[in-house]
């Protein structure tokens, strides 16, 4: 039972390019969330994706998109990358019908911008 | 909105005491509480979750956690601790139902001694 992949693992850029991250759920997952983790921080929540629309959404600019396919993969886009864009880029997903069960995270994509 | 705090940088315990990890939370209505752990370059990996009944949760691992409603606490809880437990660890804390995004505390860095 394969988990949640995501891809690329690593990604260079430099500012002012635009970036796509890619995210397949676990199998039997139908909500997709993303989440930017900051050197020393905790994951901080971008936005949630289900029945490929955006349900919800945390502090982030709108330069950050994303997007989720019928088969329940999604994507996050970034345009205009600053360097403060650098991170850990997780993604997590989850079934909406388990109300309480936990998210399953990836392995993330690492993201530089020179 | 809901909030996580994890109010120590790094716990240090010599192999096979007790280890302990600290979270207080902040929310709204009843709270769903969940810990992970983070292995360097991976994701976050679930641990354990307290959604309502015993304030003891017994999770992977031989961890367990315990929540405190009156002092609004879900520490997180060893025995006895194995190098192997070495990690990052990350207190969340998710809304009422219809807000599924997960907010994290800024983790803490466990180091177990041999």
């Known amino acids: 039972d394969a988990g949640v992949t995501q891809s690329p693992t690593h990604l260079i850029k430099t500012r002012g390019q635009q970036v796509t991250l890619r995210c397949s759920p676990k199998?039997?997952?139908?909500?997709v969330s993303w989440y930017q983790q900051a050197l020393g921080q905790g994951p901080q929540f971008i936005f949630q994706?289900?029945?490929?629309?955006?349900?919800q959404r945390g502090n982030f600019p709108d330069r950050f998109s994303g997007h989720q396919f019928p088969n329940y993969s999604s994507e996050l886009n970034v345009n205009a990358l600053l360097l403060g864009d650098s991170a850990l880029y997780l993604c997590?997903?989850?079934?909406?019908?388990?109300?309480?069960?936990?998210?399953?995270f990836g392995d993330g994509t690492r993201l530089s911008i020179l | 909105a809901q909030s996580v705090a994890q109010p120590e940088d790094q716990v240090n315990v010599a192999e096979g005491n007790p280890l302990t990890v600290k979270c207080t939370y902040s929310?709204?209505?009843?709270?769903?509480l969940f810990w992970y752990v983070q292995y360097p370059n991976r994701g976050l990996q679930f641990l354990l979750k307290?959604?309502?009944?015993?304030?003891l949760v017994k999770g992977s691992y031989g961890f367990e956690a315990e929540f405190n409603k009156s002092q609004t606490s879900f520490h997180l809880k060893k025995p006895s601790a194995l190098v192997s437990d070495s990690a990052l660890y990350f207190c969340?804390?998710?809304?009422?139902?219809?807000?599924?995004?997960?907010?994290f505390g800024k983790g803490n860095q466990v180091v177990v001694i041999p």
């Open positions: 997590a997903s989850s079934s909406d019908r388990g109300v309480h069960q936990p998210q399953h």
């Open positions: 199998s039997g997952h139908d909500t």
């Open positions: 994706y289900y029945e490929e629309e955006e349900r």
């Open positions: 929310v709204s209505g009843n709270p769903y």
């Open positions: 307290y959604i309502t009944g015993d304030n």
């Open positions: 969340a804390v998710r809304g009422p139902y219809g807000n599924n995004r997960l907010a």
